[in-house]
């Protein structure tokens, strides 16, 4: 398995799925898309804004570049007006998902419950973005840039509480139409292979219906769902490259035993775990002691703002990039170059 390939989604959003299409209705595939991207982005954007184009968005989730450029069917038809901010119209299909995830959380049709160190922490919605800017000549056709803060909820749940996810495949499965509904179902087989796999196991069986319900497969009688879901599954194995076997069996109800191929060593992902949560515990170390905030700031997580800021405390936070390489990944970064990779806003993308 390539190391690049594989991310990390937030449990919270992963065990919810179908919230999400609750949620933000047609938009849901476009947000849960959004999700994967800027989840995967965030493994080198740590110490900044995350920056993107469309044309980044597109390449790594498989959807259209055209698609996401046209105007919104609600604002050509004229149900709606665009939201406005600072004299741009969020038209788009892709800059008003944007816009929605500013203006809405994912409820939780229950409450959800996640357990960190010694506490229980109960959630019942989740936002995504923070903060969202432009960056282009706006008389011009430039190419747009945006910058994106994500949610406390979302930059906590990446640290210590996910599920991993090949991104590729992720993008091979959601070409071509009912691309939606395989990457519902690659992401719950994430999880599954995730959780099994932690546990020391490659075999879990799981009900056919909830199979069918992830990929939206609406069939009343067993043997059309198992023709549908065999279909998709061929799809995931060979389109997208997913690595895990089936059989379906008929014990204690339609029930589907999936044997799944292995990831990435525990030991490789520990070690990966144990860099960011080494390099975040330090971070926040040093930010409660010094307290110091950008000028003038009154951002709502001084923390965030803290950690984004290129002009504050940059040779401490170089130090902790540095000392976290090499205890947990085994490898020298000077403190200069630590310093450098803090201003440019990334770490080292050949080694996460």
């Not at 105007?71 to 119209?89: L, N, Q």
């Not at 087989?189 to 990929?215: I, M, W, Y």
């Not at 130090?319 to 947990?328: I, K, R």
Request: glycine share 6%.
């Amino acid at each position: 398995m390539n190391e690049q390939v594989l991310s990390r989604i937030d449990r919270a959003v992963a065990d919810n799925i179908k919230d999400i299409q609750r949620s933000f209705g047609s938009q849901a595939g476009l947000v849960q898309d959004f999700i994967v991207f800027i989840s995967h982005r965030l493994k080198t954007d740590l110490f900044g804004y995350t920056r993107f184009t469309l044309q980044d968005f597109c390449k790594q989730t498989g959807r259209n570049r055209q698609d996401l450029a046209l105007i919104h069917p609600d604002f050509i038809s004229g149900r709606f007006k665009p939201p406005v901010i600072e004299g741009f119209a969020f038209q788009t299909v892709f800059d008003y998902a944007l816009y929605s995830m500013m203006e809405r959380n994912i409820i939780f049709s229950s409450r959800y419950e996640a357990r960190e160190k010694d506490s229980v922490l109960v959630m019942h919605s989740f936002s995504i973005l923070k903060d969202l800017r432009l960056n282009f000549m706006r008389t011009s056709k430039e190419q747009k840039v945006y910058e994106v803060r994500l949610s406390d909820e979302l930059l906590q749940g990446f640290l210590s509480r996910y599920y991993t996810v090949n991104t590729e495949s992720y993008r091979l499965v959601g070409k071509g139409r009912g691309g939606d509904s395989r990457k519902k179902l690659l992401l719950y087989l994430s999880k599954l292979s995730h959780v099994v796999q932690t546990n020391g196991h490659l075999e879990t069986a799981v009900p056919l219906d909830r199979l069918c319900d992830f990929a939206d497969i609406t069939d009343a009688r067993p043997s059309h769902k198992k023709q549908n879901l065999t279909r998709i599954f061929h799809h995931l194995k060979e389109i997208g490259k997913f690595g895990f076997n089936y059989e379906f069996t008929s014990r204690n109800g339609y029930m589907v035993t999936l044997v799944f191929e292995p990831t990435l060593s525990r030991r490789t992902l520990q070690n990966e775990h144990n860099f960011y949560f080494r390099l975040f515990t330090g971070l926040h170390s040093v930010f409660e002691c010094r307290k110091v905030l950008p000028s003038g700031s009154l951002d709502k997580d001084p923390f965030q703002a803290w950690l984004v800021d290129t002009c504050v405390d940059v040779e401490a936070k170089g130090q902790l990039l540095a000392q976290a390489y090499y205890a947990a990944l085994g490898f020298d970064v000077s403190i200069p170059h630590a310093i450098n990779l803090v201003r440019s806003g990334q770490l080292i993308n050949q080694k996460l």
